[in-house]
């Protein structure tokens, strides 16, 4: 074998190396992301009523809003962070949607009023998105090869993520109480930040100013075939969850 074979087979090495543990990294750090988000989800109600809304008939109308509220901004906001991950790389939006996650799940616990957990639903709409960050750090990584298999393994990441949290979350409430469930899922999510940060690798190159103004406008993404009606299916999709 050539010495140029020889490096080009450590190279191809290297590289093999390099997706497949950032992809297990990210496949543990997705699936750590929403056990701690979903950690919450069964006891909302109960809680709403321990931090002062007594009247029965309000409790739906507040959980409805509470659940509603973090989708509001992050419709707003996900678009924004998509942009900066273009310029400033997918790596460093996982980490703030983990950790600004976690901060915000371990303030809940600390609230005194529904207002107040409002104000943190909206905040981490505007802040977390650990969903599409991963995603897309996963498709920057992976070879073409790949990539069905490694979407297809993070979207196992996230349903079960949601599976295990919601039902490890109910037992955790009624041993620990609600407060300290929503440190759990906090520090479940800082785990997931920490473990990104340190053993996911990405080699980013910032596109040129030229590059990204010729990558098209929304006007563009909409004009793809078939990404309209996608989109809308999606939407039906998660308005009737």
């Given at each position: 074998?050539?010495?140029?074979?020889?490096?080009?087979?450590?190279?191809?090495?290297?590289?093999?190396?390099?997706?497949?543990?950032?992809?297990?990294?990210?496949?543990?750090?997705?699936?750590?992301?929403?056990?701690?988000?979903?950690?919450?989800?069964?006891?909302?109600?109960?809680?709403?009523?321990?931090?002062?809304?007594?009247?029965?008939?309000?409790?739906?109308?507040?959980?409805?809003?509470?659940?509603?509220?973090?989708?509001?901004?992050?419709?707003?906001?996900?678009?924004?962070?998509?942009?900066?991950?273009?310029?400033?790389?997918?790596?460093?939006?996982?980490?703030?949607?983990?950790?600004?996650?976690?901060?915000?799940?371990?303030?809940?616990?600390?609230?005194?009023?529904?207002?107040?957990?409002?104000f943190l639903r909206?905040?981490s709409g505007v802040?977390?998105?650990?969903?599409?960050?991963?995603?897309?750090?996963?498709?920057?990584?992976?070879?073409?090869?790949?990539?069905?298999?490694?979407?297809?393994?993070?979207?196992?990441?996230?349903?079960?993520?949601?599976?295990?949290?919601?039902?490890?979350?109910?037992?955790?409430?009624?041993?620990?109480?609600?407060?300290?469930?929503?440190?759990?899922?906090?520090?479940?999510?800082?785990?997931?930040?920490?473990?990104?940060?340190?053993?996911?690798?990405?080699?980013?190159?910032?596109?040129?100013?030229?590059?990204?103004?010729?990558?098209?406008?929304?006007?563009?993404?909409?004009?793809?075939?078939?990404?309209?009606?996608?989109?809308?299916?999606?939407?039906?999709?998660?308005?009737?969850?």
């Amino acid at each position: 074998m050539t010495p140029t074979a020889k490096q080009n087979t450590g190279h191809d090495t290297n590289e093999t190396s390099h997706w497949r543990s950032t992809l297990f990294v990210m496949f543990i750090a997705q699936l750590l992301s929403i056990v701690g988000f979903a950690f919450v989800l069964p006891f909302i109600p109960f809680y709403i009523r321990e931090i002062g809304v007594t009247d029965e008939k309000m409790v739906p109308i507040w959980a409805g809003i509470l659940m509603a509220a973090s989708s509001l901004t992050m419709t707003i906001f996900a678009p924004i962070w998509g942009w900066l991950s273009d310029r400033y790389g997918r790596k460093i939006m996982v980490e703030r949607a983990m950790f600004a996650g976690a901060i915000i799940t371990m303030a809940m616990g600390m609230i005194g009023n529904v207002y107040q957990l409002l104000f943190l639903r909206l905040l981490s709409g505007v802040f977390t998105g650990t969903i599409s960050a991963s995603i897309a750090l996963v498709s920057s990584v992976l070879p073409g090869t790949r990539l069905g298999f490694g979407l297809g393994l993070m979207q196992v990441a996230v349903f079960l993520g949601m599976s295990l949290g919601p039902w490890i979350g109910g037992i955790i409430a009624d041993i620990l109480g609600y407060r300290l469930t929503f440190m759990a899922g906090g520090a479940i999510l800082l785990v997931g930040g920490i473990l990104v940060m340190v053993g996911a690798k990405e080699k980013f190159i910032r596109p040129s100013a030229v590059s990204l103004k010729r990558s098209g406008s929304v006007k563009t993404l909409f004009a793809l075939p078939g990404f309209v009606s996608l989109t809308i299916v999606f939407f039906l999709f998660h308005f009737s969850i």
